[in-house]
């Protein structure tokens, strides 16, 4: 009998060791865990919440319009953020009367806002003024317009600052689900 149970523990010690590798390597590689502070993208998502992000797609793709993005702060890089993607590299971008312009169309959020959100200009992004986005850049925005620091502010964001793109709540519970594909074209 005492051989059985050492047998049965050193099985269960292989068995958590391995697991434990197999996530690092996928944390380390494939996905990370990043939590929500403050409001900026309600009602999409909440302070507090919990989200996975995978770090390998835009390797090898460009983030598309509307999709979710989590990116470095660039006030601080050692913070993230979790902001959507609304202006592409190499387009004209500007805000009027409380819309989004893109290359001189309105961009009609309605897949993930309310009609009713308006969208101010900042510091950066001023009323009615259009700029190009850079290449090898993208304007990012909060859901939450009015509680939202974004590129409205502090500028277009670059791809290298870009940490990847959730694709799954997981906490907490009541929310627990996978975050909406946005394939979002101009007209």
């Given at each position: 009998?005492?051989?059985?149970?050492?047998?049965?523990?050193?099985?269960?010690?292989?068995?958590?060791?391995?697991?434990?590798?197999?996530?690092?390597?996928?944390?380390?590689?494939?996905?990370?865990?990043?939590?929500?502070?403050?409001?900026?993208?309600?009602?999409?998502?909440?302070?507090?919440?919990?989200?996975?992000?995978?770090?390998?797609?835009?390797?090898?793709?460009?983030?598309?319009?509307?999709?979710?993005?989590?990116?470095?702060?660039?006030?601080?890089?050692?913070?993230?953020?979790?902001?959507?993607?609304?202006?592409?590299?190499?387009?004209?971008?500007?805000?009027?009367?409380?819309?989004i312009y893109i290359n001189g169309k309105r961009l009609d959020e309605g897949l993930y806002l309310n009609d009713s959100v308006k969208?101010?200009?900042?510091?950066?992004?001023?009323?009615?003024?259009?700029?190009?986005?850079?290449?090898?850049?993208?304007?990012?925005?909060?859901?939450?317009r009015s509680n939202s620091s974004d590129s409205r502010e502090w500028g277009f964001l670059k791809i290298e600052d870009i940490v990847?793109?959730?694709?799954?709540?997981?906490?907490?519970?009541?929310?627990?689900?996978?975050?909406?594909?946005?394939?979002?074209?101009?007209?």
């Amino acid at each position: 009998m005492p051989k059985r149970i050492g047998s049965l523990i050193v099985d269960f010690v292989q068995t958590v060791g391995i697991a434990a590798a197999i996530f690092i390597i996928l944390y380390a590689f494939v996905f990370r865990l990043h939590q929500v502070f403050g409001r900026s993208m309600e009602p999409n998502f909440h302070d507090r919440e919990y989200v996975a992000t995978e770090i390998v797609s835009y390797r090898f793709r460009e983030p598309k319009r509307g999709e979710v993005v989590v990116l470095k702060s660039p006030s601080d890089p050692s913070k993230d953020f979790i902001k959507r993607i609304i202006g592409l590299p190499g387009e004209r971008i500007k805000t009027k009367d409380g819309s989004i312009y893109i290359n001189g169309k309105r961009l009609d959020e309605g897949l993930y806002l309310n009609d009713s959100v308006k969208t101010h200009p900042g510091s950066f992004l001023k009323e009615n003024q259009e700029m190009i986005i850079l290449e090898g850049s993208y304007a990012v925005m909060g859901d939450n317009r009015s509680n939202s620091s974004d590129s409205r502010e502090w500028g277009f964001l670059k791809i290298e600052d870009i940490v990847g793109k959730p694709f799954l709540v997981i906490w907490p519970p009541k929310e627990i689900g996978g975050i909406p594909e946005i394939n979002y074209v101009l007209p």
